[in-house]
């Protein structure tokens, strides 16, 4: 087709799908995620700020580090608390939460 | 239309009130008097007015000309296929992890570079690392904006028609233009006072407002030529050229390191853009998938376009693929007369080449307002002012002698640049750690989830390579003036900022420590 060779065909769909695709699905999502924020901010006054991975390794973090701890510990032991107060009083939520890991939360 | 903004919102305000901490990184390193002060001054700081705004940027800073008359080429020259996978394997690796911790950086400090590293860095000297990043950047600035005002001169010569005009010798005009002193240090001199005008504007008003037209209006000039040069008879040779496949490349290590500058250096990692751009991020706002993933697939897709619109067109008319600049101002001006409504094709390729560059400019100058703002008791306005005409008076041996931006280039693109990217990836890979930047920063409000394995690749994988460059370039010019240029700067700049910082932080603490008594 058009003279072009089969490996040329495969490397400009190649490029049109890793790129070209991947950046306009990649915009669209975020853009729809934003969208998802803001309405979740409307209706519940608060968002979660962890997914539960992120938040589990923000609390591994914070429970390694040494005593006495340095300031940045203080702001991630708050950011934290914060997480799970909002997880608890809040219905729906940005993150995929399971209302079993939710009970399971304490705060720090 | 772009969506609304979180931070900018009442709701929002009240809750960042609620919480202090999100938005005032420093606040617990300083006495409580100065973390009321630094409260305010972190509430009153700028931020992106929407989501596409910061995507925009984003976008805009990294795409500049090297997207249109670089890529297409080195991708042709270096396995097509094979050099696309190279490079597509190299982004995912280190430009993407490498964004996503430069961002993250920028809004953990929500600051300039220089207050970045000193949020971070053990000692008072190592905050001259921010000083390398800053004078890195007017360095660049200094011999990109007269490269700006070439654009700036097609464009408007564009709007003129002059290119399909009868009689039009696009090689004469080029050499006129290049041999007028007055022509190059007169559009070097536009386009500063075009960057003064957009950054005195600010944040939402001027950069902001630019972008979200600029960038989208790029992409759409790219998309309509590419739509002409593949109705072209013989587009198809251009294709072949780009996307043809070479498998034997890839076993070539010259393909890699050729992959690595370009993964590199078209991105801007390190360079100081993302870190600034992060600074002004909402809280609320997602890291790894707007600065990272977006922006460097999105800046590459820009190359990949110009491949497709450009190389049509430069084999269906027989012209030199390697000619870099000359192909763009020289070859292709040839082009369009010849093509049905060249006025339009000329028009949209200038005009969308203007945007690219002027975009970049746009964003590397701001990394020295935003930090010289925050460093001296000038406002905004006044650094603007200040800093453009300070990269006016340095661009102007650039703008008049070739030889001089030619050197400039070599040395700053080849030791400057990767010597900021090292200042700014090791300051988050060894003196910050990846880990507390991936947990406190990266994950939070995140599109995606960055995993652990990300730390090694920001801690030892990027710093390493970037050195393999530079000792490569090093290497491949030794004894070269231009690489004895590059070693000076890669050497004495860290030790003069080291030097600088030292001598003025020490001074800093107690004016720092009288004040808040």
New interface residues.
Partial sequence: M????L??W???L??VV???G??IW??V???W???T??AL??TE???D???P??LR??RR?IEIQPDPPP??V???R??YN?CVETLKTTDRHFYEWSAAEIERLDPL | MP??S?CP?K??FE?SMR?P??CG?SQ??HSDEASMADQNVELSRAQWGS??GF?MAMLGAMVGAGNIWRFPFVTGESG??AF??AY?ALLLVLAIPGLIAEVGFGRYAGQGVIGAFRSVVASQGLVGLGVVVLVVNVALMSYYSPVVGWTLYYAVHSLLGTFTASGFAPEAFWNAFRESAVLSVGTHTAVMALVAAILYLGIRRGVERLVIYAVPGLVLALVAITIRGLTLPGA?EG??FT???DWGKLALGQTWITALGQVLFSTGLGWGIALTVGSYLPE???IP??GG??TV??N??VG??AAFAIFPIVFAFDLDPASGASLTFVSLPQVFPQMAGGLLWALLFFVGFFFAAFTSAILITEVSVTTLSEETALSREQTVIGVCTGIWLLGIPSAYAPSVLGFLDFVFGNFGLPLATLAIIGAIGWSMGP??L???EV?????I?VP?FWNPVVRYVIPVVMLGIVFNYAWANLGTPQMIGGVVVFVGVPLLSYALMSYLEGRREPLARDEAR
């Fill in positions: 058009l003279g072009l060779s490996d040329v495969i490397t400009m190649f490029c890793a790129f070209f991947v950046s990649v915009l999502y975020t853009l995620q934003e969208d924020k803001l901010f409307k006054g608060d968002l700020t962890y997914s991975r992120a390794d923000l973090w300031p940045d203080n702001e991630a708050a950011l914060d | 969506p609304p979180f919102t709701q929002s809750i919480r901490y999100l990184r617990s390193l989501r596409f995507l097509g296929g696309i996978l597509f198809a294709l072949a996307f043809g496949v609320y706002d997602d998938i707007g993933v977006f697939i999105g590459s897709s990949i376009l880990e507390k991936r947990v406190l994950n939070r409000n995140a599109g989830y652990p």
